[in-house]
Nanobody, 122 residues
Framework: QVQLVESGGGLVQAGGSLRVSCAASGRTFRTYHVGWFRQAPGKEREFVAA???????TYYADSVKGRFTISRDSANTAYLQMNSLKPEDTAVYYC????????????????WGQGTQVTVSS
């Protein structure tokens, strides 16, 4: 079992930066793949970025490529660094983890956090 807790969300002006974190319980988290998703009001949850358990292979949605960076430490935390933020990045950001799959679909992940709100003002 893995429990995930996001933090670091908040209000930022367009063009600014924010880093959200995903803290995990469990000693085996380092063997799990991690994904970040977001959900804006009235929209479906969408893929943002993912990172292989090895910490090397990363994947991004086209909408955030070049602006966001996903990373993880050797223990129990994953991060999403968000630069050059735009109002359309406003959403609740969720981290997710799975032992077997590093994918772009919500169904690729078994474990989810509760989300953290990111609001970008224009």
């Amino acid at each position: 079992q893995v429990q995930l807790v996001e933090s670091g969300g908040g209000l930022v002006q367009a063009g600014g930066s924010l880093r959200v974190s995903c803290a995990a319980s469990g000693r085996t988290f380092r063997t799990y793949h991690v994904g970040w998703f977001r959900q804006a009001p009235g929209k479906e949850r969408e893929f943002v970025a993912a990172i292989h358990w090895n910490g090397i292979n990363t994947y991004y949605a086209d909408s955030v490529k070049g602006r966001f960076t996903i990373s993880r430490d050797s223990a129990n935390t994953a991060y999403l660094q968000m630069n050059s933020l735009k109002p359309e990045d406003t959403a609740v950001y969720y981290c997710a983890a799975d032992f077997n799959r590093v994918g772009r679909r919500t169904t690729d992940y078994d474990y989810w956090g509760q989300g953290t709100q990111v609001t970008v003002s224009s």
